[in-house]
């Protein structure tokens, strides 16, 4: 089956959503691994106030384009995109992700069961190693730990084994609980029973609180026989400092959703505790403390 132009048709089978930050780099090699899929789809772009060449870039494509004036967020953006979509599936696709072709065709086969929501593919680096992706939800205290960077020094303790889960075999298909969000496939019928990405993260912990509201309704299969190459880091690196800030704002948000308010407190005291060991630790290394 073609690929279908906007207005042709009312409906589609899949409806990609790239959501870009400033992606021109990587947007042009990721919007053309979709068109190598055969399948009907349409494409919508999400642009949150990009100043790179994007709007350059996607010229060449038969996209649907959304531009905002104004950076407020991934999830506020996927859920224009999914609010637009036309397809009986919505591809979340980063644009520093690049499919392999009959990739979302292998994802399609095993979508078709009425219990499965979500399907994942492996993920590999440029260089072609496989990326941790698949995580379960995480306890009150291991997410504290990773809330505070704090995490790779218990890396051996269970609680946080269990949620980061280090040996789990990436060669073998099966039912997971959270995976990485930068390439999935999800039946629409799954923003309809939880609703939509929430709005109140801008950035962080957005993915691990939409896949803790979907435990129970829908699983999430993880195929390892279907690979998408992403580049890690690719555009929220280009938030420098801000970055920081924003991670430990959607860390206190996900705390007071999920966790009592006791909690929140004690994320809060981390958080600033945290906050000051990475500013102490800049002004040394900019005074040059400790160099011969």
Known sequence: ?????????????????????????????????????????????IDNASIDNTREVIEKFNIISIFNEENKGYPLAINQGIRKAKGKYIFLLSPTTFLEKGSVSKMLEEIKPNDIGIVAPMLIDLEGEIIHSIRSIPTPISFILEGIGASKLFQRVKFIKKWKLPYFDYSKSGEVEQPMSCALLIKKEVFKEIGLFDERFFLYFSD?????????????LYLSTTKVIHKLGGTTALLGPR??????????????????????????????????????????QSLGVGKK
């Not at 409806?15 to 190598?36: A, P, T, W």
């Open 1 to 45: 089956m073609g690929k279908s132009r906007e207005g042709i048709l009312k409906t589609h089978l899949v409806s990609f959503i790239v959501v870009n930050y400033n992606g021109g780099e990587y947007l042009h090699r990721c919007l053309s691994s979709i068109e190598k899929e055969a399948f009907d789809y349409e494409c919508i772009l």
């Open 208 to 220: 691990v609180d939409f896949s803790k509201r979907l435990l129970g309704k829908f699983k999430t």
């Open 243 to 284: 970055r920081i800030r924003i991670r430990n704002r959607d860390f206190v948000s996900y705390l007071k959703k999920h966790h009592p308010a006791s909690l929140i407190f004690l994320g809060i005291l981390i958080i600033v505790v945290g906050e000051l060991h990475y500013l102490c630790s800049k002004l040394i």
